[in-house]
Structure formats: C-alpha cells, structure tokens
C-alpha cells in the first residue's frame, strides 16, 4: 500500500515558476514509477509528467515539455514537479500518481493517487 500527500499548489501569475512535491508513504517507493497527472475544470484527467524509479528516465506532455521538471528523491520518498513559464491553460488540480510501470502516462495502469493540490496561473 502506498500512500500519496502533495503540496505547493497555489495561486500565481503568468510566467511565474512553482513547485509542487508529493510525499510517500510504503516502502515500496523506490521501485514505483511516479507521475503527475492533472485535471481542469470540465476536461478530463491528463498526463503531465512520469520518471522511472532510478530518475533517470522521464517523459513529458507535449504541452508542458522544455517548462515542467520532474525529479524524485527516494531517500526522501519524494517527486517533485517544477513549473516554469506557467501558463494560464496550466491551471488545474495536480495529482501524483504511483504504479509498476513506466512510463506511467496512462490512469488505467496507476495503482495509487493522491488528493490533488491546486495550481492557478492568472494571466
């Protein structure tokens, strides 16, 4: 069992940098895949970012590649998403995502989620 707690989201303006984290909990942890997903109002849930369980291998959405930075630190059992040139189609709940296989872009293969943490970009 493996249990998610993200925080950092918040209100910010557009072409400000933020960072969100996500906490584990379960030793498993260094040898899940992470990922973040997020969700807008009206729209569905969609992949943002995935890193592999030694951080070394990552892959992007199109529409965040070259501003969003996923790392991860498992002596921390901790992933971490930096935000950069927010944009205001970046607004959405921001959720953390834990499963056996990377990379874990698809919701059908995540095993675990966690709450979500808000992020506002105004323009």
């Known amino acids: 069992q493996v249990q998610l707690v993200e925080s950092g989201g918040g209100l910010v303006q557009a072409g400000d940098s933020l960072r969100v984290s996500c906490v584990a909990s379960?030793?498993?942890?260094?040898?899940?895949?992470m990922g973040w997903f997020r969700q807008a109002p009206g729209k569905e849930r969609e992949f943002v970012a995935t890193i592999g369980w030694s951080g070394i291998n990552k892959y992007y959405a199109d529409s965040v590649k070259g501003r969003f930075t996923i790392s991860r630190d498992n002596a921390k059992a901790t992933v971490y998403l930096q935000m950069n040139s927010l944009k205001s189609e970046d607004t959405a709940v921001y959720y953390c995502a834990a499963g056996n296989t990377y990379p874990l872009k698809e919701a059908d293969f995540v095993l675990y989620w966690g709450q979500g943490t808000q992020v506002t970009v105004s323009s």
């Open positions: 379960g030793r498993t942890f260094s040898r899940n895949a």
